[in-house]
């Protein structure tokens, strides 16, 4: 009898120490599910419920912490000190690489080059500017409409048809015919997929990649430009190499807007990719709706009945360009000497742009 008891006492201690184990395999597998990624769940219901409760997860944890960066911030204001920093989220742009060619407000060599360089008559208006644009010998139809889009944003702009003429007689009869740059539609596979563009008399010539085009029909409750001289937007040309282009860009329009017209180009640059958009725009008178709350009367001050806002109207067209290569002087493949270009070995940082 005794050592049966003692086989049930035994066995009793056994389930004892085996209750603790089991809870803590229990909760290694509750922990292992919960950080366990959706994509290693095989199974398409489950994986896509882990990730609905996941996103329900982080959203409830963002949420909290606005409340609490809310309320801190009211509290401050309540005890008349001044609220907390707003954090600066991170960005590729904020946290570039550092580049020494970068221009500063302050760079005299830079400002006694801008009064010596190639687009330096026509930004003083000693020259008006006059524009050639052409096309790829091989030309598709989406071409010359690109063309005539390109025409209504560029005052004084003029198309010719290339024929069978090279490259270098064209730069010969633009200056011969006074024109201050030539532009170059090539076309690929029936969509036109690059620019070239060539300063004249003496340069520089650059060639763009062009992507996302977008014509002007192609666009949505587009407006129509009138035949006004547009204003000129250039953002984010920071480094030598940004601003020389920007410059190049700039001589390419006339330097006296007519604000009447109220049209708008902008080229954003924006991690080396440069954004053209044409807008119209027009500017509004608008009552504000004031909100009434129980008990308290509304302030005049605080709820002004009318204010002005702005409206932008696209015109078109829309694309996107990147630069290959910068090039002294006019059109030359053989003896062309460059100043600036891209080669694959230089896209090994996502923090690293030269415009």
Known sequence: MGRKRNLSEDGGREDEEEKPMKERRVKEKQEGRESMRPSMIKNKEKRAAVHAKLKQQKKVEKRKKVKAREAAEKKALELGEEPPPKMVPRTIENTRESDETV??????????????????????????????????????????AFISDLISVIPNAHYYKRGTYDLKKIVQYANEKEFTSVIVVHTNRREPDAL????????????????????????????KPTSHKPELVLTNFTTRLGHRVGRMIQSLFPQDPEFRGRRVVTFHNQRDFIFFRHHRYI????????????????????????????????????????????????FDTKGGEYEWVHKPEMDTSRRRFFL
């Open 283 to 330: 500017f509004e008178t608008k009552e504000s709706k004031q909100k009434e709350s129980k008990g308290k009367k509304s302030k005049d001050e605080k709820n002004p009945p009318e204010r002005t806002i702005a409206r932008l109207q696209e015109c078109g067209p829309r694309f996107t360009l990147k630069l290959i290569s910068l090039q002294h002087g006019t």
């Open 196 to 223: 070239l563009v060539i300063g004249l008399p003496d340069g520089p010539t650059a060639h763009f990649k062009l992507s996302k085009l977008m014509l002007r029909k192609d666009i949505k409750n587009h407006g």
């Open 103 to 144: 221009c500063l407000p302050d760079d005299e060599e830079l400002f006694a080059g801008n009064d010596v360089d190639e687009f330096s008559a026509v930004l003083k208006n000693e020259r008006s500017p006059k524009i050639l644009i052409t096309t790829s010998r091989y030309n598709s139809t989406r071409g010359p």
